[in-house]
């Protein structure tokens, strides 16, 4: 029986591990999701040549005075530091969007999808570019 | 000694240490009682509810030591006629009243009345505390109408309270001009000066063990009544939070109590997610709709919490906004909005304070003032 459960215990362990390790490398959820978006970036503009990280930058730190008032850019909630705890209006923490320091981020395609939907509405006043979300994921996935 | 022997200078002991300490003990907690009942804010009531505590054990003793006290401390002792009492008026009147060494037939109704209204108030506060914030003896007993009915009871036993309290003190006043005698002093001393005979039966003297033995009863009594009261379900029915809510709407703010708003401002929030208080919270169909289910079905008209009861008032035009509320503003407008900015979230974030949130009561007791109290720097996060 403490055999079993011995096993048993390295066995998730070595799964832990090893899910560990891939979170630290490439992901493939967060890959299909950034394929989705060069497509559709192609598909869109026949002249893209793939997303810049420097764009996304430009993108996160930008003041937009379209949107509603109350969120006037990304950094409204996420913070200028994409590595540091960001915080709602309402005063939940949220996870840094920087990929290194939360390393599940962006690999659920609905909470992808579900967030740009909100809060490109909410500061940009308008919905994403496929290019526009490229880069920004670009940008933190590099941070 | 008995109670009726003369000390020396022709005093005479009439009120015993009890009903002396009795007397005072009274008389400063029901101004306590009605100073902090009148004046302070909703959330600081819980000294209002200790003091009001205090005295119910004043005045059970009291009662107790109505029937085992020394002669004039029995309520035996001040039983007169209802023309005697006309008849001691009538000599007030004619600056000449007849001394007595207990309490005179207008005393005695005097203090009958005070402990009426006092015991009255005790028992309307109880329920009050009961049915309108769920807390105490009665929290599962009285619902918050009878709550209400009783507060309203309250209020008014308390002016009558006051008024009372100013007669009793003018005809102290008034016996003592016209008597030569500080009644207020022989209250301290308990002696008095011999000026009327002694009853015609011979004065009965304080029995403390039957005392003790009845207090102990009904101390054993009370004790009872709290354990059933503490094994009861919680006044407030517990309901977890709906999964799909939580998740959603946890996410970005704390997780509102669904009886903090009626069923139809529920729904109108919800078909607005689009700008949701500044900003865009759109859902997904499906789950939009099984929020909306959930919190409608669980609405402010299903439970009998007073935030249940008065945040309705919310404007219905208006956004349906808690804070908003002529209840909610009322009950907050001594905060100073230094502590609100120290709050992560705002005023809006009804759990920084309230420990009991989750749960839809928000009784005064369980208010974190810790939190309130101690200013936090606001968060270097927070940059705009």
């Known amino acids: 029986m403490k055999q079993v459960t011995f096993l048993a215990l390295t066995t998730c362990l070595m799964a832990f591990a090893v899910s560990d390790l891939r979170a630290a490398e490439a992901n493939p959820a967060r890959d299909a999701i950034m394929a989705g978006l060069g497509a559709e970036a192609k598909a869109s503009d026949p002249a893209f040549a793939g997303f810049s990280p420097q764009r996304g930058q430009a993108l996160y730190g930008a003041k937009s005075t379209v949107g509603k008032p109350d969120t006037p850019s990304c950094t409204t909630c996420h913070t200028a530091d994409p590595t540091q705890m960001g915080q709602t209006r309402a005063g939940k923490e949220i996870d840094a969007m920087a990929v290194s320091k939360t390393p599940n981020r962006f690999t659920d395609p609905e909470k992808v999808a579900k967030w740009f939907g909100r809060n490109c509405n909410s500061v940009l006043g ?9 880069d920004f994921l670009t940008y933190l996935i590099g941070r | 000694m008995t109670i009726n022997d003369p000390i020396n200078d022709g005093h005479v002991p009439v009120w015993d240490m009890p009903t002396r300490i009795y007397h005072w003990g009274q008389a400063g907690l029901v101004t306590l009682a009605l100073v902090t009942g009148f004046l302070i804010p909703t959330d600081w009531l819980n000294i209002h509810v200790i003091i009001g ?8 003793f009291r009662v107790v030591w109505g029937f085992f006290g020394s002669e004039y401390a029995r309520f035996g002792s001040f039983i007169f006629h209802p023309r005697r009492v006309v008849e001691h008026l009538n000599s007030v009147l004619e600056r000449a ?22 015991g009255l108030m005790l028992a309307s506060g109880y329920i009050l505390l009961g049915g309108t914030y769920k807390e105490g003896p009665f929290a599962t007993v009285f619902s918050y109408a009878s709550g209400e009915s009783a507060g309203s009871v309250h209020t008014l036993l308390a002016y009558g309270l006051i008024g009372l309290v ?4 003018l005809g102290v006043w008034v016996e003592s001009r016209l008597s030569g005698e500080n009644l207020i002093r022989a209250m301290v001393s308990g002696v008095k000066r011999q000026t009327a005979a002694a009853p015609a039966w011979p004065p009965r003297s304080a029995r403390p063990l039957t005392t003790g033995f009845v207090l102990t009863g009904i101390g054993y009594l009370i004790a009872v009544g709290l354990v059933w009261s503490l094994r009861q379900p919680p006044a407030v029915p517990r309901l977890a939070p709906d999964p799909i809510y939580k998740a959603e709407c946890g996410g970005c703010h704390w997780v509102y109590h669904p009886s903090l708003l009626p069923a139809a401002t529920w729904r109108r929030l919800m078909t607005g997610l689009d700008d949701h208080f500044g900003e865009d919270a759109s859902l997904a169909p499906e789950r939009a ?7 409608t079905s669980h609405g402010a008209e299903t439970w009998d919490t007073l935030p249940a009861h008065r945040l309705g008032t919310l404007d219905p035009a208006g956004p349906p906004r808690i804070t908003t509320a002529p209840f909610w503003k009322r009950q907050h407008s001594h905060i100073p909005p230094a502590i609100f900015k120290s709050i992560k979230g705002g005023p809006g974030a009804c759990d920084a304070c309230h420990t009991d949130a989750d749960s839809g009561r928000f009784s005064f007791r369980r208010i974190d003032r810790q939190h309130r109290l101690l200013l936090q720097p606001p968060s270097p996060k927070a940059t705009p």
């Open chain 2, 53 to 60: 505590t205090l005295i119910a054990m004043l005045l059970v």
């Open chain 2, 97 to 118: 009243p007849a001394p007595h060494l207990g309490h005179n037939p207008a005393g005695a109704v005097m203090v009958t009345l005070l402990m009426v209204v006092v």
């Open chain 2, 289 to 295: 709709a099984a929020i909306t289910a959930w919190l």
């Open chain 2, 166 to 169: 100013l007669i009793h003190v």
């Open chain 1, 126 to 134: 308008r919905p994403c570019t496929a290019a526009e979300k490229g």
